[in-house]
């Protein structure tokens, strides 16, 4: 591992030594612990959404087990991710899933040296779920207990098992529940560019494809129809693109659908599902990637991190390798299982915490709007 990038190299952004840095509010800053190193055991856990996810990461980079018990089937009938069954479905799948994740990495419960765990954003019920469940075992073998940001988890997926990572980068995070643009100079040292004003892009993705009919959860349902569609076929518009700055706004393109669709019905037109699903696609390629280029040349970096749900999606990928080869800037973007929510980015946060020093104290409690800082 090159410790110099990982750790405590230029990115270094705070004094160490300082003892009133406490990174954020839940986290106690302590001595700074040499003993975090390549070999270091941590169990990740995530439970913010609908995904039941635990993992066993070795020196923050190495998965040795990543177990994801997806929850789409639950809610699927209902359309949407529904807070109580949620709830209820990690209850039942976290146990089982951290003994999986353990037995996969040839581990056990001893082998651990810290545990981390994902205290929001998210669903309230279900960060509870997980955040029990990790000081549990925190405190049951008097390991430390590491509280994660979700939003830096996800920019963490793109170290895993990626040696090359490095910052400083511009990091575009895009899921179901967020969309923005960081300017990330090391650990811990984000600067929010923008981020969408509305509608996060995964939730356009998902509300779209509820309106045409299509099932639960729309993001891969549209990406995989846009395949058989035509992306020129309707020019949807691509809101704010020409604007300064690095916001976005996903409802006039939302609306733009569905107008189209009703106009067509009202009309007696036939209803092209792939052309339409082609079309809105593209236009949220061309405005993720003129805003990401934007903030690439505004902050002077030549790294772009790509990471949350709507990086698996194939037409933004495929958007973004093209305009940073153009450009000569190195993209990196993480595996599809790793864009999704998962265990192992998890760990990896926490793992990079834990060689700053910081620690969460078991008192901390979940926190539905914790901002990324
Ligand atoms: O990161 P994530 O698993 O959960 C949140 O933190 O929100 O992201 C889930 C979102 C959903 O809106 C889903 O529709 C979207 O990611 N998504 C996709 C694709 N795969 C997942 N959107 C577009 N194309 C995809 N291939
Ligand atoms: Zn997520």
Not at 13 to 32: F, L
Not at 68 to 73: F, N
Not at 84 to 102: C, D, G, Y
Request: one cysteine or more; aromatic letters at 6%; glycine letters at 10%.
């Amino acid at each position: 591992m090159d410790r110099d990038d990982w750790s405590f190299g230029e990115s270094w952004n705070v004094d160490p030594s300082d003892p009133t840095w406490t990174g954020t509010e839940t986290a106690v800053k302590e001595q700074r612990v040499e003993e975090w190193d390549d070999e270091t055991l941590v169990l990740g856990i995530e439970t913010s959404c609908d995904e039941t996810s635990a993992s066993v990461v070795r020196g923050g980079r190495d998965i040795l087990s990543n177990v994801i018990a997806s929850q789409t089937e639950l809610h699927g009938e209902y359309g949407g991710i529904v807070p109580e069954v949620a709830a209820r479905a990690h209850v039942e799948a976290l146990t089982p899933a951290i003994r999986e994740a353990l037995v996969r990495a040839d581990a056990t419960f001893w082998d651990l040296d810290a545990v981390a765990v994902t205290l929001g954003p998210g669903l309230i019920g279900s960060l509870l779920v997980g955040v029990a469940e990790a000081k549990a075992i925190a405190s049951v073998l008097d390991i430390p207990f590491v509280g994660v940001n979700h939003l830096e988890a996800h920019i963490y997926s793109n170290f895993l098992g990626n040696y090359s990572a490095k910052w400083p980068a511009v990091v575009l995070v895009i899921s179901g529940g967020h969309t923005m643009l960081v300017h990330a100079r090391g650990h811990g040292d984000y600067e929010i560019l923008g981020g969408t004003l509305d509608d996060a892009a995964g939730e356009a993705f998902d509300k779209v494809a509820r309106f045409l009919g299509l099932d639960y959860p729309g993001g891969p349902e549209i990406d995989r129809l846009s395949l058989l569609g035509n992306p020129d076929a309707v020019r949807f518009p691509r809101s704010m693109v020409g604007e300064p700055g690095f916001d976005v706004s996903y409802s006039g393109l939302k609306t733009s659908v569905t107008n189209y669709v009703r106009k067509l019905e009202h009309e007696g037109n036939e209803i092209n599902v792939a052309d339409i699903a082609a079309s809105f696609q593209q236009a949220v390629v061309d405005i993720e990637v003129a805003k990401t280029l934007a903030a690439v040349d505004h902050t002077m970096v030549g790294t772009l991190f790509l990471c949350g749900g709507v990086a698996a999606n194939s037409g933004l990928r495929t958007g973004l390798e093209k305009a940073c080869l153009d450009r000569s800037i190195t993209l990196h973007v993480p595996s599809i299982e790793l864009c999704t929510d998962n265990a192992a980015m998890v760990a990896s946060c926490g793992m990079a915490l834990l060689r700053r020093g910081i620690y969460t104290s078991l008192d901390a409690a979940p926190d539905p709007n914790l901002p990324l800082k």
